[in-house]
């Protein structure tokens, strides 16, 4: 079964970190991120690949006097897509919290032991 807005490619762990931290900034300097989120190199790398094919992050590379500085910001469809699936989780969440007395009763409800 789908939700709606869940998106299983923001799901990942490590994705879902990285647009979140994204989320909260404009512009973040690739270290930051790295360090922030405790990545390697080459596994931080790899997931804003994955999250700029999608559409869902901006990738800006440019020199600070002869060093490259990478930065990534999270563009209109990625925030959406966080939204989107922020809003799906809460709605798997809230569910948890609904008083279990108030859902449809099933045949194993139903059933009497020792029958």
Do not use: C, N
């Not at 789908?2 to 900034?25: M, Y």
């Not at 999608?54 to 930065?71: C, D, L, M, N, Q």
């Not at 897509?81 to 007395?101: C, M, N, T, W, Y």
């Amino acid at each position: 079964m789908s939700t709606a807005g869940f998106d299983e490619l923001i799901h990942a762990p490590t994705r879902l970190e990285i647009v979140s931290l994204l989320a909260a900034a404009q512009w973040a300097d690739f270290k930051y991120i790295r360090d922030e989120l405790g990545l390697s190199d080459s596994a931080l790398s790899k997931q804003l690949s994955t999250l700029e094919s999608a559409g869902y992050v901006e990738i800006r590379r440019r020199f600070v006097g002869k060093r490259p500085r990478t930065s990534a910001s999270l563009s209109t469809a990625g925030r959406q897509a966080f939204e989107k699936h922020v809003a799906a989780l809460q709605r798997i969440v809230a569910r948890s919290q609904q008083d279990p007395g108030a859902r449809p009763a099933t045949e194993a409800d139903r059933a009497v032991p020792g029958r």
